[in-house]
């Protein structure tokens, strides 16, 4: 949803119920000057507006229209004020067209006001969810009367809401006014997933609540998440199987859900066991989820080598069984991810939740899993409902530090994804910077820190102007895809195991990122260029799994409307891929500036926009 598009619907009907009745007074001063076209981004921080004065009030002794935002009524806290001079002439009117920075993130309603020597007007910018339904934030959807086909929804109701919307995975079941809904036609015992938004007439919540449900059968008690003991049955329906109580599951019933694609086994406690011997004939490519209260593991089985396994471990594979675990901490265990939020200044909005894979042997030998060759996907249940900045961590408990997990965030729910197994957490950080107040690139910026993927030069400035290094991007890359650090020994002859950029650099060059010189440097300390910025992003982009492709004629036709692409050196194939993408733009309308010095901002940015292209963000 974009939160700026609802302006134009909500601003007749909050002007008549928080403008007129507070503004009377000044509006006898508002003719010959109105403020029109109101834009409101939140995350950013900025409004904008037309500010329009009538050619027949215009005198030059007026000066410049003063243009302010206030966050108040009564207009005594003022966050920002600019003076308009430029304008252009729309019939008898000059339109200025006026821009103002204020708190991201803090005021739902922003009080605007233009000045022209003796005339006035005054106006509002309004954040949608101020008058869009909203949940609390311990709000919850559940479900009752559990049956072989069917079962009813409850939920808490949404402020502002005057109906819902039900939906069943992505297919909109009904409209309802009551917070309760019976589904029917159900298959007996099969998973369901369920969403319920909040609607009014100025549109839907921004969130919804989600939920999983199971209906009954022979091998399932019903409830989120199902249950059931005592294993599957061969031949489940819909490649939906439960656990014992123990979490060992039944090799027939796997074997032959299997043969029909992708499984998802439920438990009821923190681990599920799976038989090796059910998983060695699995078509190419499926996948197991198992689903706890805790969360769930989306496991690709094409990224377990259990043959190696087995000869590492000297056993049969028939012997080998693969145990998958999601163990949400409390207590003694959760309290030092707790203290190190706190301790960095953030809020937790989620309990800590332990992801792992290990595979073991009929002794109890066991060989853990900790990296994969692909991403994988898993998902946990927040506590309160985040906002913008909001990100999913990993925990390291040596250092008792954090990083940065590519994720998604849908109301309560988060799925994220890495390519290795460990504690995970959301976090909402609320770093800013001093010296970005008046920036360009001030929001994806302050977005990228608090997702713990750019830094400050220190804890108030980032100083976004300055160049950058090959090394200090190499390692902002490594973040942004949420890899393990490599500490093996540099490929290249300039990079000392010493450098605090060497685990970046051989992370980085592992996952085909950089590249060094035909001399077999990296020359880490060269500042980069925007053509080295744009090959290492697009490269990111192809480890994320994202299509960069191009023919000769569409690179041709996406540089041409350059007059500089003649300068680009050996990116060629690059650049046209990270502008095709949307990741860089020239520097002018005709130029590229290829071999340009890149600056931090201008990496943090192309770093962002790689990150929603990945939906490693959003």
């Given at each position: 949803?974009q939160?700026?598009?609802?302006?134009?619907?909500?601003?007749?009907?909050?002007?008549?119920?928080?403008?007129?009745?507070?503004?009377?007074?000044?509006?006898?001063f508002?003719?010959?000057?109105e403020?029109?076209?109101?834009?409101?981004?939140?995350?950013?921080?900025?409004?904008?507006?037309?500010?329009?004065?009538?050619?027949?009030?215009?005198?030059?002794?007026?000066?410049?229209?003063?243009?302010?935002?206030?966050?108040?009524?009564a207009?005594?806290?003022?966050?920002?004020?600019?003076s308009?001079?430029?304008y252009?002439?729309?019939?008898?009117n000059?339109?200025?067209?006026g821009?103002?920075?204020?708190?991201?993130?803090?005021?739902?309603?922003?009080?605007?006001?233009?000045?022209?020597?003796?005339?006035?007007?005054?106006?509002?910018a309004v954040?949608?969810?101020?008058?869009?339904?909203?949940?609390?934030?311990?709000?919850?959807?559940?479900?009752?009367?559990?049956?072989?086909?069917?079962?009813?929804?409850?939920?808490?109701e949404?402020?502002?809401?005057?109906?819902?919307?039900?939906?069943?995975?992505?297919?909109?079941l009904?409209?309802?006014?009551?917070?309760?809904?019976?589904?029917?036609?159900l298959?007996?015992?099969?998973?369901?997933?369920?969403?319920?938004?909040?609607d009014?007439?100025?549109?839907?919540?921004e969130?919804?609540?989600?939920?999983?449900?199971?209906?009954?059968?022979?091998?399932?008690?019903?409830?989120?998440?199902?249950?059931?003991?005592?294993?599957s049955?061969p031949?489940d329906?819909?490649?939906?199987i439960?656990?014992?109580?123990n979490?060992?599951v039944?090799?027939?019933?796997?074997?032959?859900?299997?043969?029909?694609?992708?499984?998802?086994?439920?438990?009821?406690?923190?681990?599920?066991?799976?038989?090796?011997?059910?998983?060695?004939?699995?078509?190419?490519?499926?996948?197991?989820t198992?689903?706890?209260d805790?969360?769930?593991?989306?496991?690709?089985?094409?990224?377990?080598?259990?043959?190696?396994?087995?000869?590492?471990?000297?056993?049969?594979?028939?012997?080998l069984?693969?145990k998958?675990?999601?163990k949400?901490?409390?207590?003694?265990?959760a309290?030092?991810?707790n203290?190190?939020?706190?301790?960095?200044?953030?809020?937790s909005?989620?309990?800590?939740?332990?992801?792992?894979?290990?595979?073991e042997?009929?002794?109890?030998?066991?060989?853990?899993?900790?990296?994969?060759?692909?991403?994988?996907?898993?998902?946990?249940?927040?506590?309160?409902?985040?906002?913008?900045?909001?990100?999913?961590?990993?925990?390291?408990?040596?250092?008792?530090?954090?990083?940065?997990?590519?994720a998604?965030?849908?109301?309560?729910?988060v799925?994220?994804?890495?390519?290795?197994n460990?504690?995970?957490?959301?976090?909402?950080?609320?770093?800013s910077?001093?010296?970005?107040?008046?920036?360009?690139?001030?929001?994806?910026v302050?977005?990228?820190?608090?997702?713990?993927i750019?830094?400050?030069?220190?804890a108030?400035?980032?100083?976004?102007?300055?160049?950058i290094?090959?090394?200090?991007?190499?390692a902002?890359?490594?973040?942004?895809?949420?890899?393990?650090?490599?500490?093996?020994?540099?490929?290249?002859?300039d990079?000392?195991?010493?450098?605090?950029?060497?685990?970046?650099?051989?992370?980085?060059?592992?996952?085909?990122?950089?590249?060094?010189?035909?001399?077999?440097?990296?020359?880490?300390?060269?500042?980069?260029t925007?053509?080295?910025?744009?090959a290492?992003?697009?490269?990111?982009?192809?480890?994320?799994?994202?299509?960069?492709?191009?023919?000769?004629?569409?690179?041709t036709?996406?540089l041409?409307?350059f007059?500089?692409?003649?300068?680009i050196?050996?990116?060629?194939?690059?650049?046209?891929?990270?502008?095709?993408?949307?990741?860089?733009?020239?520097?002018?309308?005709?130029?590229?500036?290829?071999?340009?010095?890149?600056?931090?901002?201008?990496?943090?940015?192309?770093?962002?926009?790689?990150?929603?292209?990945?939906g490693?963000?959003n």
């Amino acid at each position: 949803m974009q939160k700026n598009g609802w302006l134009q619907k909500t601003s007749q009907a909050l002007a008549l119920l928080l403008v007129l009745s507070m503004l009377l007074p000044v509006l006898a001063f508002a003719a010959g000057i109105e403020i029109q076209n109101v834009r409101y981004d939140y995350d950013a921080g900025t409004v904008s507006a037309d500010v329009v004065v009538s050619q027949s009030v215009y005198d030059e002794t007026y000066g410049d229209v003063d243009f302010s935002a206030f966050s108040d009524a009564a207009r005594g806290n003022q966050l920002h004020s600019v003076s308009l001079s430029t304008y252009s002439v729309s019939g008898s009117n000059y339109v200025y067209a006026g821009s103002l920075n204020v708190e991201a993130g803090v005021h739902d309603v922003v009080y605007l006001e233009a000045v022209y020597g003796p005339y006035r007007d005054v106006a509002e910018a309004v954040y949608a969810p101020a008058v869009l339904p909203a949940w609390s934030d311990n709000a919850r959807l559940s479900a009752s009367n559990i049956s072989r086909n069917s079962l009813t929804l409850t939920w808490d109701e949404a402020e502002r809401a005057t109906r819902y919307l039900v939906y069943q995975g992505t297919q909109l079941l009904n409209t309802v006014t009551d917070a309760t809904y019976t589904v029917t036609g159900l298959s007996e015992d099969t998973f369901y997933r369920f969403e319920i938004k909040a609607d009014n007439d100025f549109g839907s919540s921004e969130e919804s609540l989600t939920g999983s449900f199971k209906t009954s059968g022979n091998s399932s008690r019903g409830g989120r998440g199902g249950g059931g003991g005592g294993g599957s049955l061969p031949g489940d329906n819909n490649g939906n199987i439960s656990a014992d109580s123990n979490g060992n599951v039944n090799a027939t019933a796997l074997s032959n859900a299997l043969a029909n694609g992708d499984v998802t086994i439920t438990i009821t406690g923190t681990q599920a066991i799976l038989p090796a011997s059910a998983l060695v004939n699995a078509p190419k490519g499926a996948t197991v989820t198992v689903v706890s209260d805790a969360g769930s593991y989306s496991l690709p089985l094409d990224a377990l080598n259990l043959e190696s396994i087995a000869a590492q471990l000297g056993v049969d594979l028939e012997d080998l069984s693969v145990k998958v675990t999601i163990k949400k901490l409390d207590g003694d265990e959760a309290e030092p991810v707790n203290n190190a939020i706190a301790q960095a200044g953030a809020t937790s909005l989620a309990d800590p939740v332990e992801f792992g894979v290990s595979v073991e042997d009929k002794d109890g030998n066991s060989v853990e899993i900790t990296s994969y060759g692909t991403y994988v996907s898993r998902t946990m249940t927040l506590n309160q409902r985040p906002a913008g900045t909001a990100t999913v961590v990993l925990y390291n408990p040596s250092t008792q530090g954090f990083s940065f997990v590519p994720a998604q965030f849908n109301g309560l729910d988060v799925e994220f994804k890495r390519t290795g197994n460990s504690i995970y957490t959301v976090a909402q950080f609320n770093k800013s910077f001093a010296d970005l107040s008046n920036h360009w690139a001030k929001a994806d910026v302050e977005l990228l820190a608090n997702k713990l993927i750019v830094e400050g030069t220190s804890a108030t400035t980032f100083e976004a102007d300055r160049g950058i290094t090959r090394a200090e991007f190499a390692a902002l890359v490594v973040r942004s895809l949420g890899l393990d650090i490599d500490t093996t020994s540099s490929a290249f002859s300039d990079v000392r195991s010493s450098d605090w950029y060497a685990g970046a650099v051989s992370t980085a060059a592992k996952a085909g990122i950089i590249k060094g010189y035909e001399d077999g440097t990296f020359r880490p300390n060269n500042r980069i260029t925007r053509e080295e910025l744009a090959a290492m992003v697009v490269r990111a982009m192809n480890f994320a799994g994202l299509d960069t492709s191009l023919s000769v004629a569409e690179r041709t036709q996406l540089l041409s409307k350059f007059d500089d692409a003649g300068e680009i050196v050996w990116a060629h194939r690059e650049i046209a891929a990270a502008i095709d993408a949307g990741v860089i733009n020239g520097i002018t309308s005709t130029t590229l500036g290829s071999a340009s010095e890149a600056t931090r901002a201008e990496s943090a940015t192309m770093l962002k926009r790689f990150l929603n292209n990945a939906g490693f963000i959003n």
